[in-house]
């Protein structure tokens, strides 16, 4: 054995000195640890960039001020053409009575034999007010009716058209659909040039949605199918 001994452990010049109480082994570092809170790029969890994604739709999906679009907007061509059907579907029995309710008001007329004037007057403010109401019935009961339950009337499903709410694309249901039918109506008590006005008002959209007034109204739109 040699002379000079190795001290022993815990003793100064030791170099297999144990680390003391609470103490780690100065290990090399890894180059596999990152600082924390770091990830190297491309790891799990590092948010990476994405490019010509599209944009959620949210905030600033829809121009301030404008409607949601519920659908690809129905032409106005085909809106006229709808429209011509549906007035010839209640315009033939509005007619048809009509001319019944004309003819029993001539039945029961009287004429003065001397000047030749009609003295039963009331009987012709009755019977032109019995008329707007016969006919409000019959286009509440076709159009309100079939808008409200079903988003089209007979000339609107014949062209592939229909009205819905301008939110979701939903069928709009009672209020909207009288709300809608309300305003052309109104417009008709003044000699049909306030209804026409009505139904020309699409063109003043600036939307490019073709919303008429009648549909600002009742929050609708004319939607293809």
């Known amino acids: 054995m040699s002379g000079t001994s190795a001290p022993p452990p815990g003793e100064p010049g030791n170099p297999e000195q144990p680390p003391g109480y609470g103490q780690q082994p100065n290990y090399p570092p890894s180059s596999s640890q990152q600082p924390y809170g770091q990830q190297p790029y491309g790891q ?10 599209p944009t959620p739709s949210g905030y ?3 121009p301030y001020g404008q409607p949601p679009s519920a659908g690809t907007p129905a032409s106005m061509g085909t809106r006229l053409l709808a429209r011509i059907i549906d007035g010839l579907i209640v315009g033939i029995p509005f007619f048809i009575i009509y001319f019944i309710i004309f003819a029993a008001f001539i039945n029961n ?3 003065d034999p001397v000047t030749g004037k009609v003295t039963n007057g009331g009987g012709f403010v009755a019977t032109f007010f019995v008329l707007i109401a016969v006919y409000a019935v019959l286009s509440v009961l076709y159009e309100v009716g079939l808008i409200a339950t079903r988003g089209a009337t007979l000339g609107k499903q014949w062209l592939g058209i229909k009205v819905v709410k301008q939110e979701d694309g939903s069928i709009p249901g009672w209020g909207p659909s009288f709300l809608r039918w309300l305003i052309p109506f109104i417009g008709s008590l003044i000699c049909g040039i306030g209804q026409l006005v009505v139904y020309l008002s699409p063109f003043f959209d600036n939307s490019g949605r073709n919303i008429g007034w009648h549909d600002a109204v009742a929050k609708t739109q004319v939607i293809k199918v």
């Open 44 to 53: 799990p969890g590092y948010p990476q960039p994405s490019y010509g994604q």
């Open 60 to 62: 600033g999906a829809t």
């Open 109 to 111: 007329a009287e004429v």
